[in-house]
């Protein structure tokens, strides 16, 4: 009982401190301040529920214990972060989303490819990711290189939709205006289109970002070495350690935010003169 009625206690705290702060003049510390609050009462909570429900570890492990875990498992945990997020998701990031904004340029300098490749990319964006990565394993072989293609599959035609609707994002008063200046389309695309498209081309990127990680974590659960946060989170369930399991979802969490959050930051200082990045 006195578990739940702390519980209780830092629910009411944690409201009470974010009225107070939505209350004051915003500012970037209350910015921060309200979601980091919200955050830390929720896994209070947690941990109350847990303790005073007396709920078996298996099904929910408390947060401290998932805590304690990740100290004593940096090792194991850092390898899984180098092997599936640096070279699975990344090098599959990297060559999907460039490999997409060149195609794009190409569709858009001939526009015949845009009903050709266009149709496909929808086709291919909608066949499920648990049917394609084990295909791609066989091809691939068992370590980073196949997660790195599924990953590829999964950002590439986002990326390239989003880019070519950027780069049509102009409208024909300014076209018209290049072509006053005697302007050739690589000049045009250059100084005016590519500037223009660099909103959808975030967009692309961010959206890229979460695909990127799911895809290479789910590759794992198909054929993987002795590492990776997907095959970690396979064989600890396997053997109810379920502590692991969160921590290995803790880290893809903070990884997963930090990568969009870095893209976001990314856009704001290449977009700077956009309205959506003004106020």
Known sequence: MGWLIAGIGIWLGGWALNV??????????????????F???????WECVVRGFEINPVLLPPPSAIIARFGTSLPT????????????????????????????IVIDRFPF?????????????????????????????FDWQSKAAVVVVMVFFPMLVNTVQGLQATDAMQRDLMRTYASSYWQ???????PAAMPFVFNGLKISTTLALIGAIVAEFFGSPIKGMGFRISTEVGRLALDMVWAEIVVA???????????ALLEKAVTFWHPSQRG
Request: aromatic share 10%; proline share 5%.
């Open 39 to 45: 955050g830390v009462t929720l896994i209070l909570i």
């Open 188 to 194: 045009t695309l250059l100084k005016l289109r590519l």
């Open 113 to 141: 490819l845009q009903r050709g490749l266009l149709p496909v990319g929808n086709f291919v964006a909608a066949l499920p990711i648990i049917g394609m990565a084990p295909i791609l394993v066989m091809w691939f072989g």
């Open 253 to 263: 969490a903070i990884v997963g935010s930090a990568f969009y959050g870095g893209v």
């Open 77 to 104: 945990l850092w390898e899984d972060f180098v092997q599936t997020v640096i070279k699975g998701a990344m090098s599959g990031y990297i060559i999907g989303c460039g490999g997409a904004f060149l195609t794009a």
């Open 20 to 37: 107070w702060l939505a209350n004051r003049p915003r500012t970037r510390a209350t910015s921060l301040a309200v979601p980091i609050i």
